[in-house]
């Protein structure tokens, strides 16, 4: 059973950054594939960043050239890089993480329980 904590998370302003790290216990998470997403107020959860056990990675359009997403295996954390940060930016951010997983449409079965992050203007 793979247990993921987010943190991070706070208050910042329009093109200020973050750096959102999810630690990983009970479980290497080097052969996982691992994600990134988010839910904002009053809208569906969407995928913002992808990372497969490769490094490949794959990001949603409106993050692309601003957000990175990162793993260190010795850690057994993944992070995501934000910067120039945007008020639609603003939600609560999960990441997640699945032995199978090839993208944003995959089933994962493991998730943290999320951290916020407010970007105001």
């Known amino acids: 059973q793979v247990q993921l904590a987010e943190s991070g998370g706070g208050s910042v302003q329009a093109g200020g950054s973050l750096k959102l790290s999810c630690a990983a216990s009970?479980?290497?998470?080097?052969?996982?594939?691992m994600g990134w997403f988010r839910e904002a107020t009053g809208k569906e959860r969407e995928g913002v960043a992808f990372?497969?056990?490769?490094?490949?990675?794959n990001y949603v359009d409106s993050v692309k050239g601003r957000f990175t997403i990162s793993r260190d295996n010795a850690k057994n954390t993944l992070y995501l890089q934000m910067n120039s940060l945007k008020p639609d930016d603003t939600a609560m951010y999960y990441c997640?993480?699945?032995?199978?997983?090839?993208?944003?449409?995959?089933?994962?079965?493991?998730w943290g329980q999320g951290t916020q992050v407010t970007v105001s203007s």
């Open positions: 990372i497969d056990s490769g490094g490949t990675t």
């Open positions: 997640a993480a699945d032995y199978l997983a090839f993208g944003f449409d995959s089933d994962y079965d493991y």
């Open positions: 009970g479980y290497t998470i080097k052969s996982f594939s």
